[in-house]
């Protein structure tokens, strides 16, 4: 079975860093696009930022120059660092991942368990 867990969630000072961390783990044929989603309370769930398996990245314009999205194609993981923190980036993120179990399947949509960050003082 698939499974993406993540890592690296907390509470930080504005200003402040965190990391956050995703591991696939189970058998799969190849991981397509990764990234990272959040979800404040009464809003909807948004793009934070994803990486092909090519390593081209796209960014939402709210982090821009403050996060920075990698992967390990080796090690079947994503990670997002996070840096400038603003209380507004308070949410549980969610990690994302298109895999392809078997050659013969399209790829599949995977979601993490979600972690939460919050920014505040």
């Known amino acids: 079975q698939v499974q993406l867990v993540e890592s690296g969630g907390g509470l930080v000072q504005p200003g402040g860093s965190l990391r956050l961390s995703c591991a696939v783990s189970?058998?799969?044929?190849?991981?397509?696009?990764m990234g990272w989603y959040r979800q404040a309370p009464g809003k909807e769930r948004e793009l934070v930022a994803a990486?092909?398996?090519?390593?081209?990245?796209n960014y939402a314009d709210s982090v821009k120059g403050r996060f920075t999205i990698s992967r390990d194609n080796a090690k079947n993981t994503v990670a997002l660092q996070m840096n400038s923190l603003k209380p507004e980036d308070t949410a549980v993120y969610y990690c994302n991942a298109k895999i392809r179990v078997v050659a013969a399947q399209p790829a599949v949509n995977c979601w993490g368990q979600g972690t939460q960050v919050t920014v505040s003082s």
């Open positions: 990486i092909t398996s090519g390593g081209s990245t």
């Open positions: 189970g058998s799969i044929f190849s991981i397509n696009a």
